[in-house]
């Protein structure tokens, strides 16, 4: 028996690393749907709880997100100011 009767035909092109990447998000996505799924039926709470508990834990996810924009513009702000201030005096020597 030689290797082709034993393995088959391999195909490199078929099974690229983008390929792979790309099926496996996409696996990664519909396990990741059907376990939010299953666990939102299985709960212990009812429906309003878990509303409301998800609608508390949004608010405190975008508020902490607005927290965290807001230090990020600060910082290119000062960022920005320092570059300007080292770039100025090369503007003047020209």
């Known amino acids: 028996m030689n290797d082709y009767q034993k393995y088959g ?3 490199n092109s078929a099974s690229t690393g983008v390929e792979s990447a790309k099926t496996a998000l996409i696996f ?3 396990g990741m749907g059907v376990g939010a799924l299953l666990s939102l039926l ?3 709470r009812s429906g309003p709880e878990i509303r409301e508990a998800v609608r508390s834990k949004l608010d405190d996810t975008r508020r902490g997100l607005n927290r965290q924009t807001s ?3 600060q910082q290119a702000s000062r960022l920005a100011g320092q570059a300007r201030e080292r770039v100025m ?3 003047r020597t020209r």
């Open 89 to 91: 005096p090369i503007g």
């Open 42 to 44: 299985l709960a212990p």
């Open 9 to 11: 035909e391999y195909n």
């Open 28 to 30: 990664l996505s519909i």
């Open 71 to 73: 230090r990020l513009r």
